[in-house]
């Protein structure tokens, strides 16, 4: 696993518990005061020591180059980048967590956009630091949810800034770092800022074509993850278009959902290895077994829907693939909060925060007494105007780039960025449109040459045009390829209305096969004490879904059975 543990300072307990829980280390450095380890080795940890001088680092997933031809970073890389005193938060892409020594002192290193995060607690006697929330959470005495922190992780679309919500418990994510000592601890988290630089449509293309390259220029083969929908397609379009035999197809199948049927449609024009694979847990035991790791390694971001998901990056292990896909495409065609920009366009040139709000918001559940929730919403208010005061005004950048800054900033790091950790435990994950070089050249882009995805419509009809005759996926919904932003939207609107649209049950399936669990945990003496829980609400909802058969309950059922496996494990 792409992780790493360790403490500065003397407690021969927590030496030995480290020790228990990493059993068989790739690489372990000890002295009198600092103890280190990564754990069981994978393709994305890299090290080296100096037992002489005391100094070391090890890095956790991975450094790409700048340029128009990006390379991932290997074993000489980083060692280069070492000796060189590379800027690691301005002079690398990628995404990584990295701990460096010197004798007694302690750097820590997160990348530009918190793709990985390192959390750290500090007590008189240790400063103890790790990739993995989990494991920390088993060395630690005492710790609680910080409800107000916690506001913006129930309450929004995703935690907006990044900070943890358990006391005692900082973390290091977007351009993190930390320098600590026996007698001291200093960190940061510097929020992502775009650089302006010379963007053309042609430099941009060239960009995600860059980093789309970037591990067929690395390794002998690459897997790509291809969907229906049109930014996994931008980059089939790029590498097909380079008629190699060194990369695959790969394709998550989730309760016979439309991806399927449209990858293989479009491979059909070229006929490359395509493996379809299927991401269910056995049973349900099953993946409750797995859920409370899945919940505390990704702070919460993910729930008991996302666990199969998740384990799917495990089954392209053994593939000894290295994989891109098109993840957060999203940004090059200036389509997140879209209806922000639509229908709110003076709450961003006013830095509005209850105008903003609405637009942020999230129903997960209803679940919690009203002192809590009251706790919750005075916190999500708070970190929301925090966040927004480091904005810069949208009336210079714009509003639309003022929107993706601020997804940048906030979603990044807290969905795509807690969750990496999961397949840099087995596989070379990349998402190209996650680089800072390339989110650069997006934001200096006038804003109406990236709406309508028309740099992404135009590679595809240049690279691959049999590729445009394929309807598009977006979400549930499919629609045809030549559609704009606003048709497409009103396209999808009218199908629903007639029932047309595909209709995901995964989540009532699931909850309903879990209603013997649901009901014992929920009327269980170590839930009804729980004093921050309202349990009139939560038995309604129980009952509401299985007696009455309210299916769209199943989403709120499902965080909190989440919620409930997370909580369980705090200290």
């Avoid at 969750?419 to 804003?447: A, C, K, Y």
Wanted: include cysteine; proline fraction near 4%; aromatic fraction near 10%.
């Amino acid at each position: 696993m792409s992780s790493f543990i360790g403490f500065i300072g003397k407690n021969e307990a927590l030496n030995t518990t480290i020790k228990k829980l990493v059993p068989s280390p790739v690489f372990a450095f000890e002295n009198q005061n600092l103890f280190i380890c990564s754990a069981q080795s994978s393709s994305n940890i890299y090290f080296n020591s100096n037992t002489d001088s005391n100094s070391g680092w090890v890095s956790c997933g991975i450094g790409i180059s700048s340029g128009d031809s990006p390379t991932i970073y290997k074993q000489q890389d980083w060692e280069h980048a070492f000796a060189t005193n590379i800027d690691l938060h301005d002079d690398l892409n990628g995404h990584f967590a990295i701990v460096k020594w010197d004798h007694n002192t302690i750097e820590l290193f997160t990348d530009q956009l918190g793709m990985r995060s390192i959390f750290i607690h500090q007590t008189n006697d240790f400063t103890l630091f790790t990739t993995r929330l989990d494991w920390l959470l088993q060395l630690v005495s005492q710790t609680s949810i910080n409800w107000k922190l916690f506001g913006s992780n129930w309450l929004s679309l995703n935690p907006l800034s990044s900070s943890c919500f358990l006391d005692g418990i900082d973390r290091l994510a977007q351009g993190g770092y930390a320098r600590i000592s026996k007698s001291s601890v200093h960190l940061e988290n510097k929020r992502w800022t775009p650089k302006p630089v010379q963007s053309s449509v042609e430099s941009v293309k060239n960009s995600i074509k860059g980093f789309s390259l970037s591990a067929l220029n690395t390794f002998s083969k690459t897997s790509l993850g291809l969907s229906g929908g049109l930014d996994s397609r931008v980059l089939f379009a790029l590498l097909a278009s380079q008629k190699r035999s060194d990369f695959d197809l790969y394709t998550f199948e989730v309760n016979d959902h439309p991806d399927v049927e449209f990858a293989r449609r479009l491979n059909a024009f070229y006929n490359f290895e395509h493996n379809v694979i299927p991401i269910k847990s056995e049973s349900s035991n099953q993946l409750l077994s797995e859920l409370g790791e899945k919940t505390t390694r990704s702070m919460l971001a993910s729930s008991i829907f996302n666990v199969d998901a998740l384990k799917g990056y495990e089954q392209l292990g053994p593939l000894d693939a290295n994989t891109i896909d098109g993840a957060f495409g999203e940004i090059g065609r200036r389509r997140f909060l879209r209806g922000l920009e639509l229908k709110a366009h003076q709450v961003v040139t006013d830095k509005s925060i209850s105008g903003l709000l609405p637009y942020l918001s999230a129903n997960k559940g209803d679940i919690f007494n009203s002192d809590v929730i009251h706790e919750m919403k005075s916190g999500l208010f708070e970190e929301l105007e925090t966040e927004v005061n480091f904005m810069p005004d949208a009336n210079k950048i714009g509003v639309g780039n003022w929107i993706d800054l601020f997804v940048i900033r906030s979603r990044v790091q807290n969905l795509p960025g807690l969750n990496q950790g999961f397949s840099d435990s087995t596989v070379i994950h990349i998402m190209p449109f996650l680089q800072p070089d390339l989110l650069n050249r997006f934001l200096s882009l006038p804003e109406v040459e990236r709406s309508n995805a028309q740099i992404f419509r135009k590679i595809i009809r240049e690279q691959a045009p049999s590729l445009t005759k394929i309807p598009l996926v977006k979400g549930n919904d499919i629609y045809p390829f030549w559609l704009k932003d606003l048709s497409s939207i009103v396209w999808v609107k009218a199908k629903r209305k007639l029932g047309l649209g595909y209709r995901n049950t995964q989540p009532i399936e699931l909850i309903s096969s879990l209603e013997e669990y649901i009901r014992d945990t929920f009327n269980s003496s170590s839930v009804v004490q729980q004093s921050f829980y309202d349990k009139s609400k939560i038995e309604s909802i129980i009952n509401r879904f299985f007696d009455n058969k309210e299916s769209h309950l199943a989403t709120q059922l499902g965080w909190l059975v989440s919620f409930e496996s997370f909580r369980k494990l705090i200290p």
